[in-house]
C-alpha cells in the first residue's frame, strides 16, 4: 500500500488551537489541491480525535473529479477510514452517511453491542490489535479488499503512530501564514514523539499555494 499523508499546519506547526476546533488554514487554491489528492487515492483516513473535533465529510467537493473516477470504474468518492479503537465515532457522524463506503478500524476493546450499531448505521468494522488499533494489519485488511493508495488527513496522534511503524512514503504539508501556538494545541506528529531514529525526510518540492508553502516530502526508507 501507498500512504502519503497531507496536512496543514500554522508556520510553528499546529493543526489546530488548544480548543481542537477546525481552523481553516488552506486558502481555496490548497483545498483544491486537496480535492485532486482525494480524488487520486483509494481512501482518505483519519483518528476518531479528528472525527470527533471536525465531524469531517472526507468527500470529493468537485462533480468533475467524480466523474473521472465514474469513467475509471471506481466508486465517485474515495472510500473514508476511521482509527477508533472502542467506536467512539458518533452514530450521526457526516463520515456515516451513504456518499461513500466507510472503514472503522477497530481493536478488540469495541463491545459487541457497539460493533452491531456501527455495522447498522453503516460502517464495515474491521478489527486489529487489542487496546490500540494495529496499524499494520489493518491497513494489510484494506489492501486485501483492494484499497492500495491510502491519504491520510490526520490528527497528530494518527500521524505519529503511522511515521513510528514506518508506514510512510509521502508527506505534504501546507504551512499557512499564521500562528497559532499554544503547548496544548495539536501538532503535525503528537504522541510521545522521537528521540532516536527521527523518520528522515527528502525535500521533492516547495510551492507557493494561496498565502502559503506547500512542502513536498518523500519518506526515506529506515
Ligand atoms: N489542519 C489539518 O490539516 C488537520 C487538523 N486536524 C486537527 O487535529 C485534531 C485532532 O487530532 P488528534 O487529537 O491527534 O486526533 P487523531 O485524529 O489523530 O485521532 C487520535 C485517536 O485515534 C485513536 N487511535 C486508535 N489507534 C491508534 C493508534 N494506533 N495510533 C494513534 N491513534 C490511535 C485514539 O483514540 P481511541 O484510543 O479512542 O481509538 C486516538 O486518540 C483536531 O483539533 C483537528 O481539528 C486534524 C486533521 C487535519
Ligand atoms: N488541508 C486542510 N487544510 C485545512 O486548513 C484544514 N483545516 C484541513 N482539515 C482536514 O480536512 C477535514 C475536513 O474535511 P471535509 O471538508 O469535511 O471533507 C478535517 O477533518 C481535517 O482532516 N485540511
Given at each position: 500500500m501507498h500512504i502519503v499523508v497531507n496536512a496543514a499546519t500554522s508556520v510553528d506547526g499546529k493543526l489546530s488551537t488548544r480548543r481542537r476546533e477546525q481552523v481553516r488554514i488552506s486558502g481555496s487554491a490548497d483545498f483544491a489541491r486537496v480535492d485532486r489528492l482525494r480524488a487520486d487515492n483509494d481512501a482518505v483516513l483519519v483518528g476518531v480525535g479528528t472525527v470527533l473535533a471536525d465531524d469531517p465529510h472526507l468527500t470529493l467537493d468537485d462533480d468533475d473529479r467524480r466523474d473521472q473516477r465514474r469513467e475509471r470504474g471506481e466508486a465517485p468518492n474515495p472510500a473514508r477510514v476511521v482509527v477508533d479503537s472502542t467506536g467512539r465515532t458518533p452514530l450521526d457522524s457526516r463520515i456515516l452517511d451513504d456518499a461513500a463506503e466507510t472503514y472503522l478500524l477497530t481493536s478488540q476493546s469495541i463491545s459487541g453491542e457497539r460493533r452491531q450499531d456501527l455495522e447498522a448505521a453503516g460502517a464495515t468494522v474491521?478489527?486489529?490489535?487489542?487496546?490500540?488499533?494495529?496499524?499494520?494489519?489493518?491497513?494489510?485488511?484494506?489492501?486485501?479488499?483492494?484499497?492500495?493508495?491510502?491519504?491520510?488527513?490526520?490528527?497528530?496522534?494518527?500521524?505519529?503512530?503511522?511515521?513510528a511503524a514506518g508506514l510512510v512514503d509521502e508527506l505534504s504539508v501546507y504551512v499557512g501564514s499564521l500562528i497559532i501556538g499554544g503547548r496544548d494545541a495539536p501538532t503535525l506528529v503528537d504522541g510521545d514523539g522521537f528521540v532516536e531514529s527521527f523518520p528522515s525526510l527528502s525535500l521533492r518540492a516547495t510551492t507557493r499555494i494561496d498565502d502559503g508553502v506547500l512542502l513536498e516530502y518523500d519518506v526515506d526508507e529506515r
Open positions: 474491521l478489527t486489529a490489535g487489542t487496546e490500540r488499533v494495529d496499524l499494520d494489519s489493518a491497513l494489510s485488511e484494506l489492501e486485501a479488499d483492494g484499497i492500495e493508495a491510502l491519504m491520510v488527513e490526520g490528527g497528530g496522534e494518527v500521524i505519529h503512530s503511522l511515521f
